[in-house]
């Protein structure tokens, strides 16, 4: 009889295990035939499935204690204020200031920057998003800016908080936040020149003119 239930159970455990290769066989397939369509072009947008399967993934590759943790660094306006200058200055350049995403590298990545103020990143843990912020997410855009002990990292942990403010950022915060940017190389000339011409150069003067009337 125990003979019998053992078998029994060995096929059961057999079978499942057939099927969810199979399954995980034909999503492969499904996925590699997508690609094969369009490519490897960063510009295709996720299939719902491969975007579940991702967040799936992510979610699993997060250790469960991890998940769990608490922000250690208390709310309040002045951490706002630094998490919104760090996000501004380093965060910003994909995901936007007011976490939408919506720039020109976060637009043309693959996966797609997500939105942050919508369910699918608000509905994560603390714990979760600190993880990501701290170690990144392999095969995406996403860097691992983390550095040392996490227990230590106070910086990613402020911005937590601020991810949590995105849905709620008021227009003078996001006003504030573009003078925060990293400037590019023609803007830091344009400034430099107007500067020059501050001081009394007219030659710089009128090429800070023309540039700014452009």
């Known amino acids: 009889m125990l003979h ?73 306006p002045q951490v706002l204020a630094d998490a919104r200058a760090h996000f501004a200055d380093h965060c ?3 995901h936007a200031n007011d976490g939408s995403g919506q720039t020109l590298i976060g637009k043309n990545v693959y996966p797609k920057v997500p939105d942050l103020r919508l369910v699918d990143t608000q509905s994560m843990s603390d714990g979760e998003l600190f993880f990501v912020i701290h170690n990144g997410i392999r095969f995406t ?5 983390g ?28 006003e504030e936040m573009k003078s925060m940017n990293p400037k590019t190389k023609k803007e830091l000339e344009e400034e430099a020149a107007l500067d020059r011409f501050l001081q009394g150069n007219d030659e710089a003067g009128a090429a800070a003119t023309e540039s700014h009337h452009h």
Request: proline share 6%; with cysteine; glycine share 4%.
């Open 4 to 76: 019998a239930v053992t078998t029994s159970m060995k096929t059961n455990l057999l079978t499942i295990v057939f099927v969810v290769l199979a399954v995980g066989l034909v999503i492969l397939g499904w996925l590699g035939y997508q690609a094969f369509k369009t490519g490897f072009s960063a510009k295709a947008e996720p299939h719902a499935l491969e975007v579940m399967m991702a967040r799936q993934l992510r979610h699993l590759a997060i250790p469960i204690e991890q998940r769990d943790t608490l922000n250690p660094v208390v709310p309040s």
């Open 92 to 94: 910003a350049m994909c």
């Open 141 to 145: 855009a996403m860097p691992a800016f």
């Open 147 to 174: 550095s040392g002990a996490p227990e230590k990292d106070h910086e990613s942990w402020k911005l937590v908080h601020f991810i949590r403010h995105l849905p709620h950022l008021s227009a003078e915060e996001f």
